[in-house]
């Protein structure tokens, strides 16, 4: 083969074979991020797990200042840590929006540090963002809540920028999938569904 014809083929083949490869950075690129405070993570897991779009859902602790805090650190109340989820999301098949008006129909957003038959810090309720836009979506979502909301209590949901997320133990992790009957049971007898139908009505 000549050398011109040689060089021309593996240019050729160097064009094509590039475009099999994904850019490191591309996968991160394509996802985002949303983390919440809802109260008990293990009830929120199952809530987002069936939206469109998201990929993945991880319980965990946020807003604290303890290092790797271990469940029973952030169940002292001593740590500042808030039971949150984080979900890795495909934002051309959901959006941040989307997520954030879904957010609020899974919690009571009117009590203070408490969710259902959870008290203490660890269970309030917050918008973790994790830039600008993010804080601006979500701080017009508070607002136009506030004029249209079906429930006449103050709402006292927070948003403020994402610290540092720590993942939640092992055994924490999809628990309403590792123990359906101990979750169904636990969700039921906390009142969580009864309370949510008489805030939002039913869904």
């Not at 038959?117 to 917050?126: K, L, Q």
Request: aromatic share 12%; charged share 20%.
């Amino acid at each position: 083969m000549r050398p011109g014809r040689r060089a021309g083929l593996a240019a050729l083949l160097a064009g094509g074979l590039a475009g099999l490869f994904i850019a490191p950075g591309a996968w991160a690129q394509a996802t985002a991020k949303a983390t919440f405070a809802v109260g008990c993570f293990w009830c929120v897991e199952a809530d987002f797990d069936k939206v469109p779009g998201v990929l993945s859902t991880t319980s965990g602790y946020i807003g604290g200042t303890v290092p790797n805090p271990s469940y029973e650190q952030v169940s002292s109340k001593r740590t500042g840590h808030a039971e949150a989820v984080e979900i890795v999301f495909d934002p051309a098949k959901v959006s941040y929006a989307t997520l954030v008006s879904h957010f609020w129909r899974t919690i009571d957003p009117t009590t203070v540090d408490r969710q259902f038959c959870d008290t203490g810090s660890p269970y309030r309720t917050a918008i973790f963002t994790h830039d600008a836009e993010q804080a601006a979506v979500a701080r017009r979502s508070l607002e136009e809540l506030n004029k249209t909301k079906p429930f006449k209590d103050p709402i006292v949901t927070t948003v403020q920028p994402a610290t540092t997320f720590y993942p939640a133990e092992g055994y924490h992790q999809d628990y309403y999938k590792k123990n359906p009957v101990r979750y169904a049971y636990y969700r039921a007898s906390c009142g969580r569904d009864a309370r949510l139908e008489q805030l939002w009505g039913r869904r």
